[in-house]
Nanobody
Framework: QVQLVESGGGLVQAGGSLRLSCAAS????????MGWFRQAPGKERVFVTA????????YYADSVKGRFTISRDNAKNTVYLRMNSLKPEDTAVYYC????????????????????WGQGTQVTVSS
């Protein structure tokens, strides 16, 4: 079994910053690409960003490019999402996920590319 536990969400004013963490256990974390998705109220869950298994490559949705940064620490089995210049439209539940393919790059953007998911953490950005 794989467990992913997100933390770091909360309420922040527009223009502010947050850092989300996703702690992994139960699988060879360092061999899997990791992704972040988000789901806004009343909308489908969408891809935000992903990082390759070794941290060498990243990929971002256009909506967050230049504002969000994904990183990982394989020694700590943790992936991070630094979010700067937050906007009200960033309000959503944020989920981390582990790619089902080992040693993959960061270009898997479909939910079906990921086989383990965290429970999500709420991010609310006030205007």
């Amino acid at each position: 079994q794989v467990q992913l536990v997100e933390s770091g969400g909360g309420l922040v004013q527009a223009g502010g910053s947050l850092r989300l963490s996703c702690a992994a256990s139960g699988r060879t974390f360092s061999a899997a690409a990791m992704g972040w998705f988000r789901q806004a109220p009343g909308k489908e869950r969408v891809f935000v960003t992903a990082i390759s298994w070794d941290g060498g490559s990243t990929y971002y949705a256009d909506s967050v490019k230049g504002r969000f940064t994904i990183s990982r620490d394989n020694a700590k089995n943790t992936v991070y999402l630094r979010m700067n210049s937050l906007k009200p439209e960033d309000t959503a539940v944020y989920y981390c996920a582990a790619d089902r393919t080992y040693f993959s790059g960061p270009y898997d953007v479909r939910e079906s590319d990921y086989d383990y998911w965290g429970q999500g953490t709420q991010v609310t950005v006030s205007s």
